[in-house]
């Protein structure tokens, strides 16, 4: 449809194809704004998902605001059972709902987090 043109103009091609597709390039920009959102969403519980943990205690990791994680080194989260048995444990249920879990002794957690990380160790560091 040409109902974007202004009478008595001449038209470009490209402005002529513009005008015509003008609610196809909208309705891609808000697809796309909303892939860009609902991904990082996905990504972002994949993640809690892997390590075992939950957006408040992922929020309140860094500030010390939730009680049972105070004595936690940094970097550590200490319900994790590696990410591959986080996993199968949420995906397919491998645990009771509800099942309580157990914390290691502040002393395991301590020497976990001195081991370092991928991404922080004793031979390099990626952020540093």
Known sequence: ?????????????VDTWVTDH???????????TLIIFVGSLILFHTYLIATDQTNYEMLQL???????????????????????????SFLC??????EVHVM??????????AQGTIWSNKHYSCFD
């Not at 449809?1 to 091609?13: D, V």
């Not at 003008?22 to 796309?32: E, K, R, S, T, V």
């Open 62 to 88: 860094a500030g010390g605001g939730v009680y049972y994680l105070r004595d936690v080194p940094e970097g550590i989260a200490p319900f994790s059972r590696g990410p591959a048995a986080n996993c199968k």
């Open 104 to 113: 290691p002794p502040v002393e395991e957690m301590r020497f976990s987090a």
């Open 22 to 32: 003008l609610p196809h390039i909208g309705g891609i920009l808000l697809l796309g």
């Open 93 to 98: 249920q491998g645990e009771r709902w509800g």
């Open 1 to 13: 449809t040409r109902a974007f043109r202004l009478p008595g103009r001449s038209h470009s091609p």
